[in-house]
């Protein structure tokens, strides 16, 4: 691991001296010398796109854009679509923080953090540690037949590439709960992944539409959602959901979900 952590070229993006040297410091204490530091999202872009890091750690708000702007920027450009992102921030405000999460941050880090915590967010964001495949005892990951329902493109691009890790190819995506509905009464799914967010049929209603008037009732359903109100997610897990994981989510998380659903299903 600390070799990894050492060969690591890391983009720093946070207008405060003293936390950027703070940050800076957990670096070093973690082996990761190269690093640079901006203090604006238009510089940081700019370098970025020149010369792509492994992985972006960046601050919420600067003079000249936000966090979230930053994220879709990079995820707009095919060079960094897939780099990396890691938001630090005091906040803890749904509204604040779910914008960002949608468009596309590998996790969140909130202030302030200790250089273990640090290390777990690179850990958990980076790929090197590739999930092994799902085990299941009556299934095999290749002929799983999945459903991901999620408003973004980008949320089920990011989903999708994490059940390719556990050996999942055969996925179909909705771009939300009222274009699932005709993909579940016509086709039959071993799992359904589902945002709780969601125009015209939002993951809830979903859900009631599964457990009430599908044919598949008794699917497992996984919910990843960047959703805060714990009356909703009570109300959510009363109606039958099977897990739910915030976004953004760490891969063996999602995977020891899958598993535990699989094996009550």
């Avoid at 973690?30 to 999202?41: A, E, P, T």
């Avoid at 945002?195 to 993951?203: K, L």
Wanted: hydrophobic fraction near 40%; include cysteine.
């Amino acid at each position: 691991m600390e070799h990894k952590l050492a060969s690591l070229y890391v983009v720093l993006i946070e207008p405060s001296r003293a936390q950027s040297k703070i940050v800076i410091q957990q670096f070093e204490t973690l082996g990761i010398s190269q690093c640079k530091h901006f203090d604006n999202g238009a510089e940081a872009l700019e370098a970025i796109s020149k010369d792509v890091p492994d992985l972006v750690i960046s601050s919420l708000h600067f003079e000249d854009m936000t966090g979230r702007d930053l994220v879709l920027q990079m995820r707009e450009q095919q060079v960094t679509e897939h780099t990396p992102f890691i938001l630090i921030s005091t906040t803890t405000s749904f509204r604040e923080l779910n914008p960002i999460k949608q468009a596309g941050a590998s996790a969140v880090l909130p202030k302030p953090f200790e250089v273990k915590d640090l290390q777990r967010a690179i850990m958990n964001t980076m790929d090197w540690e590739h999930p092994d495949q799902l085990e299941l005892d009556d299934l095999d990951p290749e002929n799983m037949e999945i459903l991901v329902v999620d408003d973004s493109a980008l949320a089920r691009k990011m989903i999708s590439r994490t059940l390719n890790k556990m050996g999942i190819e055969k996925i179909t995506e909705a771009n939300d709960g009222l274009e699932a509905i005709p993909l579940i009464q016509g086709n039959l799914y071993d799992l359904i992944i589902t945002d709780f967010n969601m125009p015209e049929v939002d993951g809830h209603e979903l859900l009631r539409f599964i457990r009430n008037q599908s044919n598949q009732s008794s699917i497992p359903v996984l919910m990843v959602t960047t959703e805060g109100d714990a009356g909703k997610l009570a109300a959510v897990q009363q109606d039958g959901v099977s897990a739910i994981v915030d976004k953004p989510f760490e891969v063996s998380v999602v995977k020891q979900l899958i598993e535990a659903a699989m094996s009550l299903a």
